[in-house]
């Protein structure tokens, strides 16, 4: 165990924690990650193939931070060995049989929202999508150009590397039992032995309320929940039709009003078209006979229709954790000044993980942060019984 006090430990080594260590390596050579299982676990959020990385939401808030995040993600893509982002931009489609009115589909509000905060969009009928993007069989398409996705591995590796290269101190299979603020310090009992810090960040995802449970005196437990997509499946085009559905020719897409996003092939690097049928806490679903990935293929990607298909396994089996009012939590825990929480990305927030690493750090060894963050703040939980959560996570 590390006999020399910490700056700052930070419990939870999915993307969030990895990042939060980044962004504060360079300010401190103090620095513990405890990880209760192994940096890259699969059954975390943080690790698979791909995460998309898009602007396109109906709240600018979220759209500016998106493009703000992405900033980040290019400055750390510059620093690492191995290119990991696949600008193939974002394409939101809408088909007048499935949502009668296009006018009100996601692809339009978002680009209304994108085009309003002067992000690079690009608009297409029937007719110019059926020349760009002839994998498609719908009536309309909005592309949020400065988009597309994130090859996992890379950044996993990259950040990993920088990490080592900082000396950063990884405890990995470490159960913590007790956490304890001190006048000023924090003592952390694990498995391992005990540990002093200045500051403490929390990124334990769903674990987050198992931590809250262990510091002495706390009460505060967030309304998390998990969820995830209810089917996931890779389709495999015939190998003549391969060029076709790669990054070079195809982006990541939505319908989101169905239910439905997808990321193209990454030649030699995953199997097939991902494609997901799940309910975003952002979009309403429309009432519509797509009711699975199969439906939607037939109906808005025929060109698929000859592709097999298999259940995505051994990636991407982990949770989102869900906040009851679907804001991000972002802050200081109530009555623990020197301990920060950083929790609730629901299932989109790989692509913010560079800015939420960014700004917990700057909270936790910066006194504060550049941005204003009092939507994220956990005290908003406190008035409607903090101590006593609707949903707990598992
Ligand atoms: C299937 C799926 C698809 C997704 N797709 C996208 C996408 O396309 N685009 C996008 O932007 N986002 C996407 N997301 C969301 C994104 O991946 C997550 O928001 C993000 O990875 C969360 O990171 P995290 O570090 O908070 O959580 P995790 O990766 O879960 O990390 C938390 C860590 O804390 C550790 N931990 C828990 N309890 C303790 C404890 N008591 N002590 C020590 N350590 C502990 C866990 O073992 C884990 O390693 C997706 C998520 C899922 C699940």
Redesign the pocket.
């Known amino acids: 165990m590390n006999e020399h006090i910490q700056d700052l430990v930070i ?7 990895l990042m939060t260590a980044y962004a504060a390596a360079s300010l401190s050579n103090h620095l513990t990650i ?4 192994h940096i890259g ?1 699969p059954k ?3 690790f ?1 193939y791909t ?3 898009r602007n396109d939401y109906l709240d600018p808030f979220y759209a500016r931070l998106a493009y703000q995040a992405r900033a980040l993600w290019l400055e750390l893509e510059r620093k690492a060995a191995e290119p990991f982002i696949i600008n193939c931009g974002c394409l939101n489609i809408a088909k007048s049989n499935v949502t009668p009115n296009l006018a009100e589909t996601y692809a339009e509000q978002s680009y209304r929202v994108l085009a309003g905060i002067h992000l690079k969009t690009e608009a297409f009928t029937r007719e110019t999508l059926s020349q760009r993007f002839p994998q498609f069989d719908v009536d309309m398409a909005r592309l949020d150009v400065e988009a597309g996705f994130i090859y996992v591995p890379h950044v996993t590796h990259t950040l990993q590397t920088a990490l080592q290269a900082h000396h950063v101190n990884i405890l990995e299979e470490t159960e ?1 039992t007790a956490i304890e603020q001190q006048p000023d310090r924090i003592r952390i009992t694990t498995s391992a032995g005990q540990l002093l810090t200045r500051k403490l960040v929390i ?5 987050t309320n ?2 809250l449970a262990r510091i002495t005196g706390c009460q505060a437990r967030y309304p998390l929940q998990p969820d ?1 997509p209810s089917q996931c499946k890779y389709y495999m085009p015939p190998p003549e039709k391969l060029p076709m559905f790669t990054s070079d020719a195809l982006p990541v897409f939505a319908y989101l009003d169905a239910g439905i996003y997808g990321h193209p092939i990454l030649n030699g690097k995953t199997p097939g078209v991902k494609i997901g049928f799940y309910n975003p806490p952002d979009a309403t679903l429309a009432h519509s006979h797509i009711n699975n990935i199969a439906a939607f293929v037939e109906e808005c990607m025929p060109t698929l229709r000859d592709a097999s298909n298999i259940v995505v396994t051994g990636v ?1 089996q ?3 954790d869900l906040v009851a009012d679907d804001n991000f939590i972002i802050g200081p825990l109530p009555g623990f000044p020197n301990i920060t929480v950083g ?1 609730g ?1 629901r ?5 913010y993980a560079p800015w939420v690493g960014q700004t917990l750090m700057q909270l936790a060894l910066q006194e504060g942060t550049v941005y204003d963050i009092n939507r994220f703040s956990p005290r908003r939980f406190a008035d409607k019984g903090g101590g006593n959560p609707r949903h707990l996570s598992s």
């Open positions: 419990v939870g080594g999915g993307v969030m924690g405890i990880e209760k299982s676990d975390t959020a943080s698979g995460r998309s990385i913590i990124t334990a995802g769903l674990g198992d931590v995830r991407d982990c949770f989102y929790v990305w299932g989109t927030g790989y692509k």
